[in-house]
């Protein structure tokens, strides 16, 4: 079962917490900016994650994360 997107970003990106609403509004934005320059979703991910949530992989969580386009399909829902 899946949880919340902020959940499943934290465990992608071993954030400490789940990023507010607003945090993840930004993400999103990022990743489509750094999309342009890459054609690799993961990389454009990781690093809008940086620009945006700060230092990532604190914790190493052993769930495994969706992919970047199924994240982003569920940011586009909401």
């Known amino acids: ?13 071993g954030l ?3 990023p507010s609403a ?6 999103t934005e990022r ?9 690799d979703p993961e990389q454009a991910g990781r690093k809008a994650a940086l620009e945006i ?6 914790i190493l969580y052993l769930s495994q994360a969706d992919t970047i386009e ?7 829902a909401k």
């Open 1 to 13: 079962m899946t949880g919340s997107l902020g959940h499943d970003l934290r465990i992608k990106y």
């Open 16 to 18: 400490t917490d789940d």
């Open 22 to 27: 607003e945090l993840i509004a930004a993400w």
């Open 31 to 39: 990743v489509r900016d750094r999309a342009a320059e890459t054609d």
């Open 53 to 58: 949530f700060g230092e990532l992989d604190r």
């Open 70 to 76: 199924a994240l982003l399909a569920r940011a586009k």
